[in-house]
């Protein structure tokens, strides 16, 4: 199958390049690198120190033989995304490149601009792309648990059937989102949802939850192939932060209550989400909703288990800090999610075992020299 990885230089869609690489899919990256520059806007880093895209290709041939194309450019680039499309003539297209931080898109007026812009015009001209030459392509786009918020009622998936004064009728399930960032991908359903209905595309939009780990298998292979690994207050995801701030020395860092509960996923279960997704491709006017979780934590269930493994394995005493909230969000709070249908088409999940948490936190040892102790509390406010 020929497959474009878009934002495929960064963390999910670097790990998934490689795995459906090493499968044989025929893949692409199409990604403007722009992650790149906006650690330097943030004077942030990845812990893991990561290859130049054009290294970490040539690495990968010469460990695997198997090529990755590259096609270095923006999704809002008309010219750039049209000739992508003539070139490649991709079956699938895997929609990862998005500005991704809810802090980043609260941080003012601009960063707000920037990411709705990037991200909602970004996937309409992808559907624009789709409809003038590739209509048969199957769009997987990478949505988030996010979209729906924290509703007093079960989380289906994607949809809700709704009886009123007698009638009824399936829509899509009802949005609360959190942040700008993730006002983005409401926007997102609900266009790819018209532009299916009205123009006969297929798509498959998959709900993740809070991705950790870092694929260390990568690691292993050769350190050239390493994946990003986030850890600051505005691109780390909070199981990722709290393993290193634990194996920093630092106090982890629970926004207030910690009853916070989200969906999560293991890094290696979003490759695997993805070739399943590839293999199993929405039919034409059809838009498929996944919740690609496999388990909910509170904050500080999360905090708890990562302090427990600091202490059996590595003899650390590490301390929990509830600190003030930089967020607008509750901290208690009901949260139920369907998550079957990712698991009825054949997922077996990775889950969260104290072995896991320990794998993490030994890619986060070896590197915690890396770490700049003033990006670690740098996430803006909501108000
Ligand atoms: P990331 O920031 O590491 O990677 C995104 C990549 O997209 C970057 O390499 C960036 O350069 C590229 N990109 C951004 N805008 C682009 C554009 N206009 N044109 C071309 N390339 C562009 O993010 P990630 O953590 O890998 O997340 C990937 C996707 O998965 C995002 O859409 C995100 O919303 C979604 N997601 C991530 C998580 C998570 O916990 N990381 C959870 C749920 C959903
Ligand atoms: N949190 C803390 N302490 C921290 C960091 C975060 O308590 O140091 C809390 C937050 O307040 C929040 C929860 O942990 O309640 C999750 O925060 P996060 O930063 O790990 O995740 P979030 O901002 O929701 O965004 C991440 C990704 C985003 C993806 C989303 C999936 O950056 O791209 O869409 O997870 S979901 O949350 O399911 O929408």
């Known amino acids: 199958m020929k497959i474009i990885i878009a934002g495929g230089d960064g963390f999910c869609g670097w790990a998934t390049a490689l795995w459906l690489s090493e499968r044989d899919f025929d893949v692409a990256i199409v990604d403007n690198l722009v992650r790149r520059e906006i650690d330097e806007e943030m004077g942030s880093n990845s812990l893991t120190p990561i290859a130049s895209l054009e290294e970490r290709v040539a690495k990968w041939k010469e460990v695997s033989g198997k090529e990755i194309k590259t096609y270095v450019g923006d999704l809002n680039d008309w010219d750039f995304l049209s000739k992508v499309f003539q070139e490649f003539k991709p079956e699938a297209f895997v929609h990862y490149a ?22 909602v015009l970004g996937t309409l001209n992808v559907l624009y792309a789709m409809k003038e030459f590739a209509p048969d392509c199957h769009l997987i786009k990478l949505g988030t ?52 209905n009205t123009w006969g595309l297929r798509a498959t939009d998959l709900n993740q939850g809070v991705v950790y780990g870092v694929d260390i298998d990568l690691n292993e292979k050769d350190p050239a192939l390493v994946n990003r690994f986030d850890y600051d207050g505005v691109y780390g995801t909070v199981l990722n932060r709290f393993i290193i701030q634990a194996a920093v020395g630092l106090p982890l860092s629970v926004y207030g209550k910690g009853g916070q509960t989200r969906g999560f996923i293991n890094i290696e279960d979003t490759v695997r989400c993805i070739e399943l997704a590839a293999k199993n491709p929405a039919d034409r006017g059809e838009l498929r909703i996944y919740n690609q979780i496999t388990e909910d934590f509170s904050v500080l269930e999360l905090a708890e288990r990562v302090q427990k493994v600091g202490k059996e394995r590595f003899g650390l005493d590490v301390e929990i800090n509830h600190v003030e909230n930089p967020r607008v969000e509750k901290e208690e709070h009901y949260f139920s999610t369907v998550k079957t249908k990712l698991k009825d088409l054949g997922l077996e999940e990775h889950l969260l075992t104290d072995e896991v948490i320990e794998k993490i936190f030994k890619l986060a040892l070896d590197n915690k020299d890396r770490l700049k102790k003033d990006l670690v509390m740098n996430s803006p406010s909501w108000k």
């Open 98 to 119: 998005e500005q991704r931080s809810a802090p980043y898109s609260m941080i003012d007026r601009e960063h707000t601009i920037y990411t709705q812009q990037n991200n």
């Open 145 to 196: 648990m996010g979209e729906y918020g924290t509703p007093n009622i079960e989380i289906e998936e994607g949809y809700l059937e709704v009886e009123h004064k007698g009638r009824k009728d399936t829509f899509l399930f009802p949005k609360r989102p959190g942040s700008f960032y993730h006002l983005t991908k409401v926007h997102d359903t609900n266009n790819i949802f018209f532009a299916v």
